[in-house]
């Protein structure tokens, strides 16, 4: 019994590591999916969370839906108050560092640009920051995980030596 409660433990350590990076890429996705509708679609943030919402899996689907019924509303908050206020909800949950969300929300503060090429860059600016974010972490990643098991496995056959 020991040995298997330290082996999960190593297993729901590695488990953690992968959901970061696993949302990470859920992250990558919405922002590209934002990036295509603004440059080919030519349409404005706002109107782009519908459309967005439909390519999207749970939590982020009804956020985005919600995000585009505030707007529609227009109840004169900005769309980067209304984004981060129903994102934080959707990502409240999800296994990720302070710095993740900050480097996804970035191109929120910049929504205000009236040129749909400043917006875009924006939003590219924050995926290319959480691009960085990803490929450092599956680099570093592999070995975490490995290591993550094994000294969970090895703690509990050193408890099991020691409580002999």
């Known amino acids: 019994m020991i040995f298997s409660g330290c082996l999960g433990l190593g297993i729901w350590y590695r488990l953690q590591l992968e959901g970061r990076i696993k949302t990470l890429r859920s992250l990558l996705h919405i922002l590209e999916l934002l990036i295509g509708e ?9 109107e782009c969370c519908c459309r967005v919402a439909r390519y999207l899996e749970e939590p982020f689907s009804e956020a985005f839906l919600r995000i585009g019924g505030r707007m529609e509303e227009n109840t004169g908050k900005s769309f980067g108050s ?16 302070d710095g993740d969300r900050e480097q996804f929300f970035r191109f929120t503060t910049q929504t205000g640009f009236m ?50």
């Open 38 to 46: 603004v440059r080919y679609g030519r349409t404005t943030l706002p």
């Open 82 to 97: 209304v984004f981060q206020e129903e994102m934080e909800g959707a990502l409240q949950t999800l296994p990720l560092k």
């Open 115 to 164: 040129d749909g090429q400043m917006q875009l860059r924006a939003i590219e600016q924050s995926a290319e920051q959480l691009n960085a974010t990803k490929e450092k972490l599956e680099q570093e990643n592999a070995e975490k995980c490995r290591m993550a098991v094994g000294l969970g496995a090895m703690g509990g056959l050193l408890l099991i030596l020691v409580l002999w």
